[in-house]
């Protein structure tokens, strides 16, 4: 969603007032695509995507999260792109975009909400949030400024 540039700072100041601080609960209210074997991601360094089907950004950011998941598929990663929309919502652009990270649904928004994807009646997408195994938020930005160099540097530190 676009905002006015004051909102866009209020926004962003926001959510980086969270890196550093520890999320307390990581649940979804349903698996919608490609739901991994282990579902517990406790010791896992977690990358969550957040998008919607209405999202322009979002959509045209799955090749690259999907690139980096690929990047990471032996390491002590998952890559969650994480909606607020319903199965039925999703169900055409799923059939569109080739996702092949874990998609999931935060249909009471509760997510969204402790990370300040939503905040004061706007959503900020797309918007990355980087959970290490501990759920201590390391990381907040934009997809397209994710990289396979910044993962690693996360993941090594």
Known sequence: MWLPANSQSELFRAQQELVGSKLMDLSFTDWLENQ????????????????ATWCKPCLEA?????KLQSEFTDSNIVF????HQTREETAKTLDK???????VSDRTRRVHEM??????????LPRTVILD???NI??????KSLTEKLINKLLTE
């Not at 991994?36 to 998008?51: H, I, M, Q, R, S």
């Not at 390391?138 to 997809?143: A, E, I, K, L």
């Open 80 to 83: 969650l792109s994480v909606t």
């Open 62 to 66: 799955v090749p690259h999260m999907n």
């Open 138 to 143: 390391r990381w907040y930005g934009s997809p």
């Open 36 to 51: 991994p074997a282990d579902t517990n991601f406790k010791g896992k360094y977690k990358v969550l995507e957040f998008w």
């Open 133 to 135: 195994g501990e759920n």
């Open 97 to 103: 975009y080739n996702f092949e990270t874990a998609v």
């Open 115 to 124: 990370l300040r994807i939503s905040y004061k009646g706007t959503m900020g």
